[in-house]
């Protein structure tokens, strides 16, 4: 996600490193760029929290940082949710927290426009993935069990992945496990109300979105990528889409010899090693299956 951003790589570092103050303080001394602009709004959102903020450990490989004062926080509950959710999450797809991850609430503040990614974002630090959640989000019980479910299977897709994941695949993963199911969009989908786009469309359709003011086109493709995931998961259930993040993230020499020389992404390779589809394959057995979901 940050990835995208122009920013001075002193304070890229540092930020991955999840030394806010240091990041901060070098970023205010070198100035900023107008390209600039949302990287460090994102880096402020982190710091001013980072100065407030407690960290407890929720269970081994799961921390929780979070404004002990936070309107609406009820640590107990909180805490106790998010583990759970976490842990359900992590035993549908045999995670077992090897890599760290922190889950951290956004002072209310910083929920603002100027915010980019005030809805929530997962970022691949160095000594954890680190979840970023609103304030807001603690006052809805039910968007906030969405919201971490989501972001954990970012966590956990990254990790077993390494890292080499598609963009519809992560994402159609996360809304998957969200559990909110069906949509208005698969009706528009199945309908011909919204445009089937290929993978490759599709991936970079989500990634440009992001950057431009168009929720709906986002929200498009999110729907989409969770009918191919949905799609897959009937053919073999959590135990299949682990099996496939497994087989992406591979790094066997001889595995990716034979998909090299065969001309093969890792995606595309991993899908048919799987499923017995191709990508392209994939995409269009989801679209015939879609027009039988019943909605």
């Not at 479910?149 to 809304?175: D, K, Q, Y």
């Not at 970079?204 to 995931?229: D, H, L, M």
Request: hydrophobic share 40%; net charge negative; proline share 2%.
């Amino acid at each position: 996600m940050v990835n995208g951003f122009a920013f001075d790589e002193v304070v890229r570092e540092l930020y991955f490193d999840d030394n806010l103050e240091a990041a901060w303080e070098q970023g205010l001394e070198r100035g900023l760029s107008r390209l600039d602009m949302r990287f460090y709004r994102l880096l402020e959102a982190e710091y001013l929290t980072r100065q407030r903020a407690q960290i407890m450990e929720l269970r081994a490989g799961l921390t929780f940082e979070y404004n002990p004062h936070e309107h609406g926080l009820h640590l107990h509950h909180h805490s106790e949710l998010i583990r759970n959710e976490c842990e359900a999450v992590a035993a549908r797809f045999g995670w077992d927290f090897r890599e760290e991850a922190r889950i951290t609430v956004l002072i209310a503040e910083v929920d603002a426009p100027w915010h980019y990614h005030r809805a929530g974002y997962c970022i691949d630090k160095y000594p954890f993935e680190k979840i970023c959640i609103p304030a807001s989000s603690l006052h809805h019980e039910g968007e906030l069990r969405h919201l971490i479910r989501h972001e954990f299977m970012h966590a956990i897709t990254m990790n077993l992945c390494n890292g080499h994941e598609p963009v519809w695949l992560t994402e159609g993963l996360s809304v998957f496990v969200e559990g909110t199911g069906p949509t208005g969009y698969w009706r528009r989908f199945r309908d011909g109300g919204a445009e089937w786009r290929d993978p490759m469309y599709l991936s970079g359709g989500i990634k440009a979105n992001r950057w431009g003011n168009s929720v709906e086109a986002i929200r498009e493709g999110y729907e989409q990528a969770s009918i191919v995931v949905a799609h897959l998961h009937s053919l073999g259930g959590d135990a299949k889409l682990a099996e496939l993040m497994n087989r992406i993230g591979d790094e066997g020499v001889r595995s990716n010899f034979f998909r090299s020389l065969l001309g093969r992404t890792r995606t595309d390779e991993a899908l048919r090693a799987v499923f017995g589809l191709s990508e392209s394959q994939a995409f269009a057995k989801a679209r015939d299956w879609l027009a039988n979901v019943k909605l």
